[in-house]
């Protein structure tokens, strides 16, 4: 089924494959450009990218705004280190704290950090505001969750290929089943020394795994009764992806630290932060986290611009709605297909899962023919291909997409 790659894309490739470390398996492609909801290979072929980066460029490829913001700030000053004040980072914490309506910033770079900074500060607050006994503090997490690649968070990953052969892992983390809130509560009942519960909204690698409406808001209701912070991490679901700001203001459950990343740069550089009130966020003092290039002046300006952009081109209604359209569609198409078992997802974060075992390669050759049709997207665990779309695709931008996906859905129909 796989096209034979031309020589020049081969080229790409195989420098990628014979010098670098081999980390990552990614579909045969080879990209140059990018603009709006559009990518093109070294070839000149262009394709709908429906990846968005793993929703790092909600925003789309080089929006003008974010990009001129990019450029001129790098003209001016890039790195201070936190060591001197910067001119863009109080401006830019003033507005992000305002827009998501909390007390605090932090900022650090990559997700992964992101979640890092969120778990120390939790713990140093179980151990110093709730009043746990020094190393003690635990952290509910649950199952098939995604937060990143460094030894202390796939120390709880139950991925094993993400975890085997990397010990000795880090303790202190407390595995429950996703979307059940009997095992959180009979988990917060049963141990006393819980400090915070860190969760997506929806589980986004995992296969778009979207819980039961309610879930978020039970969960965050009885963090608070048992004084455990409700941590979420909105790395992919936040930023207008699943149709609101945050996917946690679908319900009634704010989160007590909030962890952002991926798209807060519009997909230019690595911005991440987490967000708190003060009597969480002060228990860390000065030299005790930091990072040299977290809140940098570069990354102040761009992401502030970032955010803007979100309401400016009114992309998280956008969102929204479309996504709404694009899950009847492929709804509609699923009545008569073999191959297609479900769609699911909320605003343009959606995946379907494919009607064969997680081990064939079905999902793999679906992409690789969307592909060929001009579409990228990929599969993330087994059989599940996730559309996640930039989101300032327009409504006859995604009915161009959904025939592609269907003419090529089809290929493979039994
Ligand atoms: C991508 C992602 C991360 C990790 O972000 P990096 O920037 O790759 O370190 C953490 N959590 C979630 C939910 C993510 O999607």
Redesign the pocket.
Known sequence: MQKIIDSIQNHYINLEYNFGAHDYNPLPVVLKKGEGVFLWDVNDKKYYDFLSS???VNQGHCHPKIIDELISQSKKLTLTSRAFHNDKLGDYMKFATNLFGYDRLLPM???????ETAIKISRKWGHTIKGIDENNAQIIVCHN??????TT?ISFSSHSGSKDFFGPHTPGFIHIPYNDINSLNNTLISNKNIVGFLV?PI???AGVNVPEDGYLSKAKKICSENNVLFIA?????GLGRTGKLLATDYEDARPDIL?L??ALSGGTI?V?AVLSDSPIMDVIQPGQHGSTFGGNPLASAVAKQALKVLTDDNLIENSRKLGEYFRNEINNYIKSSNIVKLVRGKGLLNAIVINDNSESQTAWNICLRLRDNGLLAKPTHGNIIRFSPPLVITYNQIKDCLSIIKKTLKEFEL
């Open positions: 793993y929703s790092a770079n990559t997700g992964a950090e992101a979640v969750n995604f937060h990143g690649r460094t968070i997506e589980q986004g690698e991490d909105e790395i992919q679901t962890i990343g991926k690595p991440s």
